[in-house]
């Protein structure tokens, strides 16, 4: 089944302990991006990766850090989380718009919930 | 790529058609008008997609403006299951700006039965 996969799904920790969310998806995607999602606030861009090693910022970068070592990983790295990070997050993946027969739809995770005391 | 405008709630009537609006006024020739939509705090879901015509497929059908400054999506015969958020979002074809994407807040669908 075509997916995309994050963990963990619930995560409560303290604030400055270094935490991942993992992303992985299946169905060979270039690219990959990371949202944050808050009440009023819709859903926002913290990082996209074009494909492999290939990062840039998006919207709300500050306090993240993104690898893609893999084509099919990208993780999310809190390296000192703090509690304006509680927040739920949303992995996504697409081809590129211009691979036909491809639509150009981002396929989401079903999302992380992360708590910072 | 080009902000977008939606109100922030609508209701429907079971069974009746859904129109959600979106402006996006500011658009440039070659980017796509896409819709998605979130169900409680599930990951947002791909419906549609268009550039210039009218769009339909199972879930939905797109109607873009002639000048492209707006468009509606419609579902046809709204169900109960049809309550969500409504994200209209404008995309340019490949290129770095291309994957910069914000959805914004959307609108609040609800269902009423």
């Known amino acids: 089944e075509a997916q995309v996969t994050q963990n963990p799904r619930y995560l409560i920790t303290v604030t400055g302990k270094k935490l991942t969310v993992t992303c992985s998806q299946n169905m060979n995607h270039e690219y990959m991006s990371w949202y944050r999602q808050d009440p009023g606030l819709g859903l926002r861009q913290i990082y996209y990766s074009m494909n492999v090693e290939v990062t840039d910022k998006g919207d709300v970068p500050e306090g993240y850090k993104v690898s893609r070592k893999e084509k099919r990983n990208f993780p999310l790295i809190l390296e000192s989380p703090s509690p304006n990070q509680t927040s739920l997050y949303f992995c996504?993946?697409?081809?590129?718009?211009?691979?036909?027969?491809?639509?150009?739809?981002?396929?989401f995770g079903e999302g992380s919930r992360l708590t910072v005391l | 790529d080009a902000k977008t405008t939606q109100p922030p709630s609508m209701d429907c009537a079971e069974g009746r058609a859904a129109n959600l609006p979106c402006n996006h006024s500011?658009?440039?020739?070659?980017?796509?008008v896409y819709w998605y939509r979130q169900i409680h705090s599930q990951g947002p879901q791909y419906i549609i997609h268009g550039l210039k015509n009218n769009e339909t497929n199972e879930m939905a059908s797109l109607i873009i403006t002639e000048d492209r400054k707006s468009s509606t999506l419609i579902l046809p015969h709204a169900t109960l299951r049809d309550t969500a958020v409504y994200y209209c979002i404008v995309r340019a074809p490949s290129g770095a700006g291309s994957y910069q994407l914000t959805f914004g807040k959307g609108t609040k669908l609800s269902v009423i039965p």
């Open positions: 996504a993946s697409s081809f590129y718009r211009d691979r036909r027969p491809n639509t150009g739809e981002l396929f």
């Open positions: 500011t658009i440039s020739g070659n980017e796509y």
